[in-house]
C-alpha cells in the first residue's frame, strides 16, 4: 500500500516561533500537494497547496517547499501563532488516482 | 449553502448491527468519498465515487458498502458492526477528483462507537 510519510507526529512550539512539518512520498500519479488543517471537533480543510510548476509556495505565514527529486515537500508555519494549533495533514496522490493522507501532525503553539 | 452536511454526529452500536452514516452536499460536486480516521493512523479512504451510479474501493473497504443514486447523495453502510470499526466518520466532496487540482470540502464526521 503506497504511503505518505508525516512527521513529527506531534510539535510544541512557543507563540513566534517557526513549525515545520515534513512529508515524503513515493510516487505520485499527479503533482499536487495539498495540506489541510483540522481543529477538534471538526473535519479537515484546505490550508494550502503546490502544483509541480513552483518549487515554493507562500500564503501569508504558511509556506510550502517542494522537492520533487527527493520526493518531499514540508510546510513551515512562521511566527505561529496559538490559532494555529491543529492537525496538520500532507496528501499525494497514489499511481491510481487516489488521495492518500499522511498521518498527521498535532500542533500546540503556546501563548 | 450548506456544503457537506453529515448525520447523526455521535452513534453507539453493538457488536453485528448494521446501520448506514448519511452524507449529502450541496454544491453539485461529482466526487464524493468516505474516510475513517483513527489516532495515529491519519485519514484512510474506505469508498469513493466518481459521479452517481459509479462508486470505487478505497484503502479500507472491508465491511462497509456505499451507493450513490443521486448527485447530493453519498451513504455508508456499516453490515455488521465490529469494534475495529470505532472511528471517526468524513464524508467529503470535490468539484473534480482529489488530489488533481481540486479541493476536497469534509463534512463534520460522525463519531461512531461499537461495543
Known amino acids: 500500500q503506497q504511503q505518505v510519510k508525516q512527521s513529527p507526529q506531534s510539535l510544541i512550539v512557543q507563540k513566534g516561533g517557526i513549525s515545520i512539518i515534513n512529508c515524503a512520498y513515493e510516487?505520485?500519479?499527479?503533482?499536487?500537494f495539498p495540506w489541510y488543517q483540522q481543529f477538534p471537533g471538526k473535519g479537515p480543510a484546505l490550508l494550502i497547496a503546490i502544483r509541480p510548476d513552483v518549487s515554493e509556495k507562500k500564503e501569508g505565514r504558511f509556506t510550502i517547499s517542494f522537492n520533487k527529486s527527493a520526493k518531499q515537500f514540508s510546510l513551515h508555519i512562521m511566527d505561529s501563532q496559538p490559532g494555529d494549533s491543529a492537525t496538520y495533514f500532507c496528501?499525494?496522490?497514489?499511481?491510481?488516482?487516489?488521495?492518500?493522507f499522511g498521518s498527521g501532525t498535532r500542533l500546540l503553539v503556546r501563548p | 449553502n450548506a456544503g457537506v452536511t453529515q448525520t447523526p454526529k455521535f452513534q453507539v452500536l453493538k457488536t453485528g448491527q448494521s446501520m448506514t452514516l448519511q452524507c449529502a452536499q450541496d454544491m453539485n460536486h461529482e466526487y464524493m468519498s468516505w474516510y475513517r480516521q483513527d489516532p495515529g493512523m491519519g485519514l484512510r479512504l474506505i469508498h469513493y465515487?466518481?459521479?452517481?451510479?459509479?462508486?470505487d474501493q478505497g484503502e479500507v473497504p472491508n465491511g462497509y458498502n456505499v451507493s450513490r443514486s443521486t448527485t447530493e447523495d453519498f451513504p455508508l453502510r456499516l453490515l455488521s458492526a465490529a469494534p475495529s470499526q470505532t472511528s471517526v466518520y468524513f464524508c467529503a466532496s470535490s468539484r473534480g477528483l482529489a488530489g488533481a487540482y481540486n479541493e476536497q470540502f469534509f463534512g463534520p464526521g460522525t463519531r461512531l462507537t461499537v461495543l
Open positions: 496528501a499525494s496522490m497514489d499511481s491510481s488516482y487516489k488521495l492518500i
Open positions: 465515487s466518481v459521479g452517481a451510479g459509479i462508486t
Open positions: 510516487n505520485t500519479a499527479f503533482d499536487y
